[in-house]
């Protein structure tokens, strides 16, 4: 059994292949920490609460029984901290109760533990069948407020991860307000050699990748956008000093939520350090009537041995398998071609279609028309919210275009930003009060557009009939599903004022019922998410949608960062990327189509530019590289990722490599992002079998995979900028 409970020790022990998460009941009944990391044979860990000293800066808990031990709620690690009852740290939970007071202190009541994995109702999570996992929950009490939490964990034997979440219940007979409610709550023991990773950006960078140490005092990342955001994503991980690519350990934590979150690390005094994940609490107060639950959502957790990389993979695997849904989780993806760099808003059916033509004649399977077909939509100035077909651009209407596409053997895609309204159009117009706005209370605008109270009912029907009219007019394959603003001056017209402070969560609700009732409508469609590029790039999208884009920025050599910080914790198969012209539109670099196309390989493949002006020369290059992707797919979607060189390194070069699961095979890209003079370069590979030997099918050199991943391959002569080289390695026995 994956999870025991010893009722000697009173532990809980939660097993892995790789891991273990121990937690014990401890005085009082309060639930103490005990540890977290590479796999341990023993349950009685109890000896790890044990501290030496204490000041009377530490309260201590008043035992109800003599002798009273010392046990103090600041000092100890605790399993699920509490506001205002002697711990300092950084609180998982704060109950605001009708007395006025926020002091909250949970005990330990009963426990199960069952095979498989329960659905977290409305919420997307991680999911399993009966022999993937196992899970855990806890029944704790607030004895004086009245109330419950049930702490839930989960383990996925298989992968290294576990997860968890969190309900509340209001047991009592007096109403009370949530304050603060994490997911998760981890105590370190010893930090002091620790560092801090986490994926920060903007607009056209997202995801960049920084590492710091773990210094005294709280680090983090948070956003109060109303979603997950382009600046930090919903991930952070702490690392031993020492960890690399391949060796030391490291924690990730991502959090399934694609509104307002918290991750933060609180290293004290001490060198402990509390891992913290969950709703930012910040613009967050839920208020709960007698009998009434809040169901915190899912944190993913993962422990790995094996650096960073280790961590990714698992991350992958489980994403890939245990989070992705529908159809499209195993089915191979279109090669697209999107018309957004092409044409922008300037476009009309036969554009479309001649961009179709050549596309279909070059093995591209899909055309996505993007912004730009509904109402007055000319600029972005207007027409969100119409989602109605602009006749004078679509001459004949949607259904003879689509028609005339799927007549060149290509699927249709298109584009809705189903969340927002322009500011001018005919939506706005009738129904003001359907955008979140605060009383008396100018709206801020941005790409002038507000945006759409997801909270309420009304507009997510209003915005499923739409969806539906269009769909059901047309065959329609895959929808991009953007958002293009952060939420601002966040109220509902219809919620009472005690429940004004819970609409950024409700948006985040009412979100997932749209995109639940779309799917369940149309259960072969292909979602993929969009936030102005990557702004809301989180697990929770990819419980709808299998792909997300990655960046708005599509220059071959930003994306080896980006891509590089998204790999972090989401698999290939889910990064949307794109080969698109140069000068590139968002920095003005000229590359080679051949890197373009290396790059945009590592993702969802698919193309971003006018193919009608391609030279012939140009055309047989992008033929190749859609001939490449069918040849590459099985191991770049279903393969392990080494990454191999950092582009955050030195900043001159960036490889990597996906090996496929039986080791059988391997694609490796190695990339030059500044040129400079050197001897010789070796490129050590990884994830390869030792004992096989592999031809590489570029230079016709067999060697064995530990000749490949000790001495490495030669790149033997000096690229220029923004040249590159992938190598196909096939094991030969
Ligand atoms: C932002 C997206 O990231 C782009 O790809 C494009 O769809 C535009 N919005 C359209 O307005």
Redesign the pocket.
């Given at each position: 059994m994956a999870i025991v409970y010893s009722a000697e020790h009173r532990v809980f022990k939660l097993d892995t292949a790789s891991t273990s998460y121990l937690l014990q009941v401890g005085p009082e009944n309060y639930l103490l920490h005990l540890y977290y990391g590479a796999k341990v044979s023993d349950a009685d860990l109890g000896y790890l609460s044990y501290t030496v000293y204490h000041s009377s800066h530490y309260p201590r808990v008043r035992m109800e029984t003599p002798p009273e031990p010392f046990f103090s709620k600041g000092v100890h690690r605790m399993e699920y901290s509490c506001n205002g009852c002697g711990d300092f740290r950084g609180s998982a939970l704060s109950i605001l109760r009708s007395t006025g007071t926020a002091d909250t202190d949970i005990q330990y009541v009963s426990h199960k533990i069952y095979a498989g994995k329960p659905e977290i109702e409305g919420q997307p999570a991680t999911y399993a069948g009966e022999t993937e996992a196992t899970t855990l929950e806890i029944l704790c009490r607030d004895s004086v407020s009245g109330a419950e939490v049930t702490l839930f964990y989960t383990v996925f034997e298989n992968y290294g991860a576990m997860t968890r979440h969190v309900v509340v219940r209001n047991a009592s007979a007096e109403p009370m307000d949530i304050q603060r409610v994490m997911s998760a709550c981890v105590d370190f023991h010893d930090a002091n050699d620790m560092d801090f990773i986490h994926l920060y950006g903007n607009w056209g960078r997202e995801r960049a990748f920084e590492r710091t140490p773990l210094i005294h005092g709280i680090q983090g990342a948070v956003s109060k956008r109303g979603c997950s955001s382009h600046m930090q994503n919903p991930f952070i991980a702490l690392c031993s000093r020492n960890a690399t690519e391949e060796t030391g350990d490291v924690y990730g934590f991502n959090f399934v939520y694609t509104g307002n979150f918290s991750a933060t690390a609180e290293m004290d005094s001490d060198g402990g350090a509390r891992v913290l994940v969950g709703i930012n609490p910040e613009g967050f107060l839920w208020h709960l009537d007698p009998g009434e639950r809040f169901v915190a959502p899912e944190v993913v957790m993962v422990y790995s041995g094996e650096g960073l990389g280790g961590m990714s993979r698992t991350f992958h695997r489980l994403y890939r398998n245990n989070l992705c849904r529908g159809p499209w989780k195993n089915r191979k993806r279109p090669i697209l071609i999107?018309n957004?760099?092409a044409t922008?808003f300037k476009f009309d059916e036969e554009k479309l279609y001649d961009i179709a033509k050549t596309a279909s004649e070059l093995g591209i399977e899909m055309l996505v028309m993007?912004?730009?077909w509904f109402g007055s939509r000319d600029t972005?100035r207007s027409g969100l919210g119409d989602w109605f077909v602009n006749e004078n651009k679509l001459k004949g209407g949607l259904g003879k275009l689509v028609e005339r596409v799927n007549a060149l053997g290509m699927k249709f895609g298109i584009?809705f930003?189903p969340e927002m309204v322009s500011e001018d159009s005919d939506l706005f117009r009738a129904h003001p009060d359907w955008a979140l706005q605060t009383p008396n209370r100018r709206m801020s605008i941005a790409?002038y557009q507000y945006v759409l109270d997801m909270s309420r009912a009304d507009v997510r029907d209003y915005l499923f009939d739409c969806i539906k009219k269009v769909m059901d007019n047309a065959n329609i394959a895959y929808i991009?599903w953007?958002f293009?603003r952060s939420l601002s001056e966040v109220g509902s017209a219809l919620l009472a004022p005690n429940r004004q402070q819970e609409v950024f969560h409700r948006y985040v609700l009412g979100l997932y019922e749209l995109l639940e009732r779309i799917l369940t409508a149309y259960p072969d469609l292909l979602l993929e998410g969009?936030?102005?590029?990557g702004g809301r790039f989180d697990p929770a999208w990819l419980y709808y949608a299998p792909q997300f884009?990655t960046?708005?920025d599509t220059d071959a050599i930003e994306r080896l960062d980006i891509q590089y910080g998204t790999s972090l914790c989401y698999p290939a198969s889910a990064m949307g990327a794109h080969v698109s012209a140069c000068p590139n539109h968002q920095v003005k670099r000229t590359t080679p189509l051949q890197t373009r196309g290396a790059v945009a390989m590592a993702g969802t493949f698919g193309y971003?530019l006018d193919l009608t002006k391609l030279t012939d020369a140009e055309k047989d290059v992008v033929r190749q590289q859609c001939a490449d992707y069918h040849q590459y797919y099985d191991v770049i979607h279903n393969g392990d990722l080494y990454r191999l060189i950092s582009p955050w390194k030195d900043r001159t070069r960036c490889a990597w490599m996906f090996v496929s699961a039986d080791k059988s095979e391997a694609l490796v890209t190695y990339a030059v992002m500044r040129s400079e003079v050197y001897q010789r370069y070796y490129v050590r590979l990884a994830g390869l079998d030792p004992n096989r030997r592999y031809r590489n099918e570029q230079t016709g050199q067999i060697l064995s995979g530990d000749t490949l991943m000790n001495a490495g391959i030669c790149i033997p002569e000096v690229l220029r900028d923004f040249d590159s080289r992938v190598f196909h390695l096939t094991a030969i026995d």
């Amino acid at each position: 059994m994956a999870i025991v409970y010893s009722a000697e020790h009173r532990v809980f022990k939660l097993d892995t292949a790789s891991t273990s998460y121990l937690l014990q009941v401890g005085p009082e009944n309060y639930l103490l920490h005990l540890y977290y990391g590479a796999k341990v044979s023993d349950a009685d860990l109890g000896y790890l609460s044990y501290t030496v000293y204490h000041s009377s800066h530490y309260p201590r808990v008043r035992m109800e029984t003599p002798p009273e031990p010392f046990f103090s709620k600041g000092v100890h690690r605790m399993e699920y901290s509490c506001n205002g009852c002697g711990d300092f740290r950084g609180s998982a939970l704060s109950i605001l109760r009708s007395t006025g007071t926020a002091d909250t202190d949970i005990q330990y009541v009963s426990h199960k533990i069952y095979a498989g994995k329960p659905e977290i109702e409305g919420q997307p999570a991680t999911y399993a069948g009966e022999t993937e996992a196992t899970t855990l929950e806890i029944l704790c009490r607030d004895s004086v407020s009245g109330a419950e939490v049930t702490l839930f964990y989960t383990v996925f034997e298989n992968y290294g991860a576990m997860t968890r979440h969190v309900v509340v219940r209001n047991a009592s007979a007096e109403p009370m307000d949530i304050q603060r409610v994490m997911s998760a709550c981890v105590d370190f023991h010893d930090a002091n050699d620790m560092d801090f990773i986490h994926l920060y950006g903007n607009w056209g960078r997202e995801r960049a990748f920084e590492r710091t140490p773990l210094i005294h005092g709280i680090q983090g990342a948070v956003s109060k956008r109303g979603c997950s955001s382009h600046m930090q994503n919903p991930f952070i991980a702490l690392c031993s000093r020492n960890a690399t690519e391949e060796t030391g350990d490291v924690y990730g934590f991502n959090f399934v939520y694609t509104g307002n979150f918290s991750a933060t690390a609180e290293m004290d005094s001490d060198g402990g350090a509390r891992v913290l994940v969950g709703i930012n609490p910040e613009g967050f107060l839920w208020h709960l009537d007698p009998g009434e639950r809040f169901v915190a959502p899912e944190v993913v957790m993962v422990y790995s041995g094996e650096g960073l990389g280790g961590m990714s993979r698992t991350f992958h695997r489980l994403y890939r398998n245990n989070l992705c849904r529908g159809p499209w989780k195993n089915r191979k993806r279109p090669i697209l071609i999107n018309n957004w760099e092409a044409t922008y808003f300037k476009f009309d059916e036969e554009k479309l279609y001649d961009i179709a033509k050549t596309a279909s004649e070059l093995g591209i399977e899909m055309l996505v028309m993007d912004d730009g077909w509904f109402g007055s939509r000319d600029t972005a100035r207007s027409g969100l919210g119409d989602w109605f077909v602009n006749e004078n651009k679509l001459k004949g209407g949607l259904g003879k275009l689509v028609e005339r596409v799927n007549a060149l053997g290509m699927k249709f895609g298109i584009w809705f930003e189903p969340e927002m309204v322009s500011e001018d159009s005919d939506l706005f117009r009738a129904h003001p009060d359907w955008a979140l706005q605060t009383p008396n209370r100018r709206m801020s605008i941005a790409r002038y557009q507000y945006v759409l109270d997801m909270s309420r009912a009304d507009v997510r029907d209003y915005l499923f009939d739409c969806i539906k009219k269009v769909m059901d007019n047309a065959n329609i394959a895959y929808i991009k599903w953007d958002f293009n603003r952060s939420l601002s001056e966040v109220g509902s017209a219809l919620l009472a004022p005690n429940r004004q402070q819970e609409v950024f969560h409700r948006y985040v609700l009412g979100l997932y019922e749209l995109l639940e009732r779309i799917l369940t409508a149309y259960p072969d469609l292909l979602l993929e998410g969009c936030a102005s590029g990557g702004g809301r790039f989180d697990p929770a999208w990819l419980y709808y949608a299998p792909q997300f884009w990655t960046s708005d920025d599509t220059d071959a050599i930003e994306r080896l960062d980006i891509q590089y910080g998204t790999s972090l914790c989401y698999p290939a198969s889910a990064m949307g990327a794109h080969v698109s012209a140069c000068p590139n539109h968002q920095v003005k670099r000229t590359t080679p189509l051949q890197t373009r196309g290396a790059v945009a390989m590592a993702g969802t493949f698919g193309y971003e530019l006018d193919l009608t002006k391609l030279t012939d020369a140009e055309k047989d290059v992008v033929r190749q590289q859609c001939a490449d992707y069918h040849q590459y797919y099985d191991v770049i979607h279903n393969g392990d990722l080494y990454r191999l060189i950092s582009p955050w390194k030195d900043r001159t070069r960036c490889a990597w490599m996906f090996v496929s699961a039986d080791k059988s095979e391997a694609l490796v890209t190695y990339a030059v992002m500044r040129s400079e003079v050197y001897q010789r370069y070796y490129v050590r590979l990884a994830g390869l079998d030792p004992n096989r030997r592999y031809r590489n099918e570029q230079t016709g050199q067999i060697l064995s995979g530990d000749t490949l991943m000790n001495a490495g391959i030669c790149i033997p002569e000096v690229l220029r900028d923004f040249d590159s080289r992938v190598f196909h390695l096939t094991a030969i026995d």
